[in-house]
């Protein structure tokens, strides 16, 4: 089996008195794609957010491995999770509206350019690599650009474009951060059947390092309701339901697994069934 | 015809340098949501210091030619830079995440510290300055009232244009233009993206106050008199520019500077010159009633 990329190890978010999410414990592979299933209200936001350092987690160790050396998520804040290694998207889009798709690429490069620049003292006496080094960021986000099928749209403002193309570029824009696992919360919500189609082998091509020339491979971890998505590409599965975990393995044995039935098809659960047709 | 054109001149030049400095209140005010009330102070400091640069240098005799000016400028530009930072850093960084108006409270306060420790260390006399730059030349004539405009008149809008273009440059081109305009944008999302929000605030904060120092040295090139306490009047009317061109729009702040400036010049030429503030912030509160977002600004849409 491959390395270790991310443990979660005994994870728990409490919000006043609830538990949303409890012990939780599973271990994303380098190079796999990891889906993170269960009904709503099973905490896999949460998951997700403490993994991203929106929450910080009540308890519990997230250790990143690069280069085999472990970092401790839940130790870093804001911008330093991001230089570890961690991009996510959203389920409700977060791209920069006002600025063009290829603007929001180069802004996730700007580490780069940064340094390149001398923080812009040196852009402004026109000394140091900035021009080779901003013509070698657009040079990559255009090949996001192509990859993700928005080269047409490239000087367009991010707002203007249509929901499955502002997904895209919303992914497009993660992986020019260059990160070792990208999160992505519910990349499928409200695509097509086609769109969700083309979106399983970006996703597949992003893991093997295929999407787009000179990009190396990256694993994935990802929330999603589609099922149809998640059997498709998961190298594995791990199950949640009300904050705990109930099940991990290959799509195949998660399928097969009892509990997960009970708890999508929601034995014993009457929030399920309307209340006049209960006995 | 003639008396209007030399009104215009006069104007423009004024307007420049409160388009300096609402740049600095806009660009604050787009990063964070903040109104920096002590960004009118840190003119001031700016000011102060070319005087003292000033002072300096012709104590040493090398006070002669553009060199100088320019050197008076970064020298100034440099050190005000710096106080902008400390506030930042001081004063308004350990309240992010506070309830909304403590950095308001404690920018007032700043703007306070600064007036005091200025007239403390420098005195409350007001301090002149002989010309540094005299004479200009004459536009037309007609009868006996002659048009001019001074040399000082085209240094301040020279540099004025090319420190704007400099910035434009700046902001629309550069990775750290693109940085500052994506936490404009969402500010959490460009963490995610790995950016370092708090080192992006401090540049803002560094540029506007440049801008500010560069203004402050125009206003004292060109009035040759200032004391600790020139800040707050300019500070207010600029901010009153950069509301009135558009809080958060950049061009609108050099706009919103221009019109504030001709408003003045143009009331002070025509009516009454005791009156002129109130011409200003009278055609600032109709602007607002009609446009409440300025003459630039976008409709603020609350993000969520």
């Given at each position: 089996m491959a390395a270790p990329i991310l443990e979660v190890d005994a994870l728990s978010m409490r919000f006043g008195g609830l538990?949303?999410?409890?012990?939780v414990s599973f271990t994303a592979h380098a190079g796999d794609i990891t889906a993170v299933i269960g009904p709503n209200g099973a905490g896999k936001t949460t998951v997700f957010n403490c993994i991203t350092g929106f929450y910080r987690p009540t308890s519990g160790r997230l250790r990143l491995h690069r280069d085999g050396r472990a970092t401790e998520l839940q130790k870093l804040q804001g911008h330093d999770i991001a230089r570890a290694g961690i991009a996510r998207t959203f389920q409700n889009i977060r791209l920069f509206?006002?600025?063009t798709a290829l603007e929001n690429l180069l802004v996730a490069q700007h580490r780069p350019l940064m340094r390149a620049s001398g923080f812009a003292i040196g852009a402004i006496l026109g000394l140091s690599g900035y021009p080779a080094a901003e013509r070698a960021a657009i040079a990559r986000a255009t090949r996001w650009l192509e990859a993700t099928g928005l080269i047409e749209r490239a000087?367009?403002?991010?707002?203007?474009?249509p929901y499955g193309q502002q997904r895209r570029l919303e992914i497009a824009r993660a992986m020019c951060t260059s990160p070792l696992l990208l999160c992505l919360d519910?990349?499928?919500?409200?695509?097509n059947p086609r769109e969700s189609v083309d979106l399983a082998r970006l996703l597949r091509a992003i893991r093997d390092g295929e999407?787009?020339?000179?990009e190396p491979p990256c694993s994935l971890l990802l929330i999603e309701h589609d099922m149809g998505v998640v059997m498709g590409i998961s190298d594995r599965v791990v199950v949640l339901d009300h904050g705990k975990k109930i099940a991990d393995g290959t799509p195949a044995e998660v399928r097969a697994d009892p509990r997960v039935i009970a708890a999508y098809l929601g034995?014993?659960?009457?929030?399920?069934?309307p209340a006049e047709a209960a006995p | 015809m003639a008396y209007a054109l030399q009104q215009l001149i006069n104007g423009v030049a004024l307007g420049m340098i409160y388009g300096l400095i609402a740049v600095g209140y806009t660009m604050v005010y787009g990063i964070?949501?903040?109104?920096?009330?002590a960004h009118g102070d840190i003119f001031m400091v700016g000011a102060f210091v070319a005087l003292i640069t000033i002072v300096l240098l012709l104590s040493g005799g090398i006070m002669e030619g553009p060199g100088a000016i320019m050197l008076v400028l970064l020298v100034s530009m440099c050190v005000t830079a710096l106080y902008g930072w400390t506030v930042e850093r001081v004063a308004y960084r350990p309240l992010?995440?506070?309830?909304?108006?403590a950095p308001l409270i404690s920018a007032i306060g700043m703007s306070i510290v600064l007036q005091n420790y200025v007239q403390v260390a420098q005195g409350a006399r007001v301090k002149p300055l002989e010309p540094i730059v005299p004479g200009g030349f004459t536009v037309m004539t007609e009868g006996t009232f002659v048009v001019q405009v001074s040399w000082m008149q085209l240094v301040i809008v020279l540099v004025t244009l090319a420190v704007l273009a400099v910035f434009t440059w700046l902001v629309t081109r550069t990775a750290l233009g693109r940085s500052m305009r994506a936490c404009e944008q969402d500010r959490r999302m460009a963490q995610l993206l790995g950016i370092n929000t708090d080192r992006v605030i401090s540049i803002t904060f560094v540029i506007g106050a440049a801008l500010a120092s560069v203004a402050g040295m125009m206003y004292l090139l060109r009035y040759g008199v200032i004391d600790f306490y020139i800040g707050f009047l300019a500070g207010v009317k600029a901010f009153t520019a950069a509301v009135l061109g558009g809080i958060g729009s950049l061009p609108g702040a050099v706009l919103g500077g221009l019109l504030i400036g001709l408003i003045e010049t143009f009331w002070s030429a025509y009516f009454s010159v005791a009156y002129k503030d109130v011409a200003t912030f009278a055609i600032l509160a109709i602007v607002l009633i009609f446009m409440p977002t300025g003459l630039l600004g976008r409709a603020e849409v609350e993000k969520v």
């Open positions: 538990k949303a999410v409890d012990e509206p006002g600025m000087d367009d403002p991010a707002g203007a474009l519910e990349p499928a919500a409200g695509l999407a787009a020339e000179g034995e014993g659960d009457e929030d399920e069934v | 964070i949501g903040m109104i920096n009330f992010r995440g506070s309830f909304r108006l």
